[in-house]
């Protein structure tokens, strides 16, 4: 059953503007509708799917980030990529986290949280999907739950929780950012990385972006609106890193779905100029790290 939004999910405001008409390249070929708010330029879905109906957006086998074994190039570059990614990714958060326990929301198969555990830290998951759980459980030893729950009287108990391109999946954002806060220790470090639809190569592609992967996103950020959605929730910024090869991934994709085909030296030339564009002076990356900590005074 859709689900209208009549008050923007970032500054309540309830006036919008159109911004782009999206075809769900991935799986439906339906099309959505991108608004604007008109007051703080937040982008969203609207009428989206509801909580009830969305799961059926993610059945696919051709969904990477819960798939096992694949043999074809884009695949196979997926998951050289996932390497080098799981790693960079480790580098961050030892910035800000020297020690203790981690939390991964939408932690798929577990790969990021084994490698920490790897690394020392105590290590726990959240996972809506049943499949990427088993995965997780029965190839990386992760015990993963299946809902982000408060921690009741024993709130404080992570000193990092990361979500790695999930906060765009999350129709509660106010209510998941609430218990976020809850599950942080008073020093701890919330890290989360999101499409950044400002970024060249989503200009460049328009409704052709593999990155809008309506419906599945429900939301589609930029830096300033993520910067607002933390302040109203009880964030600060603390530092924006790009995830440089996120261009090149979204740019194969954004070329099929565009042309029908896959063009693989232009997606790297693409992916390129797009993080060339955004280090002299662009609106920033394919994808953004925001590192962010609880405002004073959330104790």
Not at 75 to 103: E, M, T
Not at 167 to 186: N, S
Not at 246 to 275: P, R
């Amino acid at each position: 059953m859709a689900e209208k939004i009549n008050f923007c999910p970032v500054c309540k405001g309830g006036k919008f503007s159109d911004y782009l008409k999206v075809k769900d390249h991935f799986l439906s070929k339906e099309t959505f509708n991108i608004l604007q708010c008109i007051s703080c330029g937040f982008r969203f879905v609207n009428p989206r799917p509801d909580k009830n109906e969305i799961g059926g957006y993610y059945q696919s086998e051709e969904y990477i980030s819960h798939g096992v074994v694949k043999t074809d190039l884009l695949s196979r570059v997926y998951r050289i990529a996932r390497i080098f990614s799981i790693r960079n990714k480790y580098r961050i958060v030892k910035k800000y986290c020297q020690s203790g326990r981690i939390l991964d929301i939408g932690c798929g198969t577990g790969e990021f949280l084994a490698y920490c555990r790897k690394m020392g830290f105590e290590v726990s998951g959240v996972e809506p999907n049943e499949k990427a759980r088993h995965f997780a459980g029965m190839e990386n030893g992760i015990t993963v739950s299946g809902k982000l729950k408060p921690s009741g009287d024993n709130g404080g108990i992570f000193n990092c929780i990361t979500m790695w391109h999930v906060l765009e999946h999350v129709h509660e954002l106010d209510q998941t950012l609430d218990t976020i806060k809850e599950l942080l220790t008073p020093d701890g470090t919330f890290i989360a990385a999101v499409p950044n639809s400002n970024s060249w190569d989503a200009l460049h592609y328009g409704s052709s972006w593999a990155a809008y992967d309506v419906p599945r996103h429900l939301y589609h950020f930029t830096e300033s609106t993520m910067t607002e959605l933390a302040k109203r929730n009880g964030f600060e910024v603390v530092k924006t890193w790009p995830q440089k090869l996120d261009a090149y991934y979204v740019s194969m994709l954004s070329e099929k779905y565009a042309k029908g085909k896959k063009n693989y030296l232009k997606s790297v030339i693409l992916g390129f100029w797009s993080n060339f564009n955004a280090k002299t002076g662009g609106k920033g990356h394919s994808s953004l790290i925001f590192i962010l900590s609880l405002k004073k005074g959330q104790f």
